[in-house]
């Protein structure tokens, strides 16, 4: 074991000099197998940075939110959210760096959030991490948002309950309604998406035509806080209308016709300030209970599309800011438990920390980790991209089987 840690250990010494020479770096004079990243996050309405460590340990993770900056518009607003991450995002590194209790001269690599996302935040996190990493001669990869997202917990969970491949994601974003089939770490076949808007952004837009308020929640927590909204009067289920069940029987999501529906109910009823309270609870969760139920749907036609070609899936994997709905935990849960009472083998559900659900740099540093301890860098000149199927991804890494005896065969050298 230890001869064939020893060829390794050359092989990736061999294709971190090259790499280096190719970003006219200096290569270090020996491979680290403990690596250290810094990574980088912005791509949305969060200025996010972290430091982890290939044995799994976060080191630090920084979260600047910017709720109260959107709240007036309903929504991001891409200018504004640009100009807060350059505010943000040197103390954000500073923080980062503190918490962990080391310096730029300990960390290793620098991660970035690549794409997909909103150009204005994309640029922030990217020049931040390429100037640091130009001054300091260290490599730099940019990650793919949702593949940070569907790896999370290859980095979180215990090694007995690591999702084995292949593996169901359900990411579930401001931005992306995605049911992946993760046959790798870089390997993901799209079962299902969107046709219109996210059940994220249908979230957000339902919050905003019920007029809640953010606080320091965002607006999709904010909606499901006010569902658990105790009454006194309760209104009967007639008195809303129930959520349409788009595209019935097929892999895709739709989700502009839920948020069409209670906004048509709104009007019809002369605007938000004629319906009371009640009712508007009632509506918020004949919204909630039907979003989540079009995610249950889809997600059992994914496992019998997996089932009918003898793809066994072990694990389903669900991430990204929707994800800390307690609701859709609970339901999911119920989900899977039901398919397997059908003569279906058990299937484990895992879920991200709730605070590894919502866009952070920790995962972005994990998902990062794979390329570097192979060697397989970016260039300085990579560019961003602003949108980018998680198909594309087209850099080969070992299997998780074989990134797992990495890790543990570094730790014996």
């Not at 309903?74 to 640009?82: K, L, N, S, Y």
């Not at 918490?99 to 001269?105: E, K, Q, R, S």
């Not at 948002?145 to 969970?157: C, D, E, F, K, N």
Request: aromatic share 6%; hydrophobic share 40%.
């Amino acid at each position: 074991m230890l001869i064939t840690s020893m060829r390794r250990q050359k092989h990736c010494n061999a294709v971190i000099s090259s790499t280096y020479a190719s970003l006219q770096l200096k290569p270090k004079a020996a491979f680290r197998r403990f690596f250290n990243v810094l990574a980088l996050e912005s791509s949305a309405d969060d200025t996010c940075a972290a430091v982890v460590t290939s044995e799994r340990k976060i080191l630090s993770n920084i979260v600047v939110t910017q709720h109260k900056q959107h709240a007036g518009f309903g929504g991001i607003h891409p200018f504004f959210a640009m100009q807060a991450h350059q505010q943000a995002m040197p103390e954000a590194i500073r923080m980062a760096l503190s918490d962990a209790n080391t310096g730029l001269n300990d960390i290793d690599g620098i991660a970035f959030t690549r794409g997909p996302g909103m150009a204005g935040g994309l640029s922030v996190c990217s020049t931040a991490g390429k100037a640091i990493a130009a001054a300091l001669n260290k490599p730099i990869v940019g990650v793919h948002h949702m593949q940070a997202h569907a790896l999370t917990p290859m980095l979180t969970s215990s090694h007995d309950s690591l999702p084995q491949f292949p593996f169901l994601t359900l990411l579930v974003t401001g931005k992306h309604t995605l049911l992946l089939l993760a046959r790798s770490t870089t390997s993901f076949q799209t079962l299902a998406t969107t046709n219109d808007e996210s059940v994220g952004h249908a979230f957000d837009k339902v919050a905003k035509l019920l007029e809640l308020q953010w606080k320091d929640v965002g607006p999709g927590a904010a909606l499901e806080a006010f569902c658990k909204t105790p009454l006194d009067e309760e209104v009967q289920e007639k008195d809303v209308p129930q959520m349409p069940d788009p595209l019935r029987g097929r892999l895709s999501f739709s989700y502009s016709g839920l948020h069409g529906t209670v906004e048509k109910f709104i009007r019809l009823q002369g605007g938000i300030n004629s319906l009371s309270i009640p009712t508007r609870v009632a509506l918020a969760r004949s919204f909630q209970s039907g979003a989540i139920r079009q995610l249950e749907k889809k997600l059992r036609l994914g496992l019998e599309w997996c089932r009918q070609r003898d793809i066994r899936i072990r694990h389903v994997v669900v991430s990204g800011g929707v994800a800390c709905n307690s609701l859709l935990r609970s339901r999911l849960r119920t989900c899977l438990d039901e398919y397997a009472d059908s003569e279906v083998e058990h299937t484990a559900l895992v879920f991200p920390s709730v605070h590894l659900c919502t866009d952070n740099a920790a995962m972005i540093g994990w998902a990062s980790m794979h390329r570097f301890l192979e060697g397989d860098y970016d260039d300085l000149s990579v560019e961003l991209r602003v949108k980018w199927d998680i198909e594309e991804l087209g850099y080969s890494m070992p299997s998780e089987t074989a990134q797992l005896e990495l890790l543990e065969e570094g730790s014996r050298v």
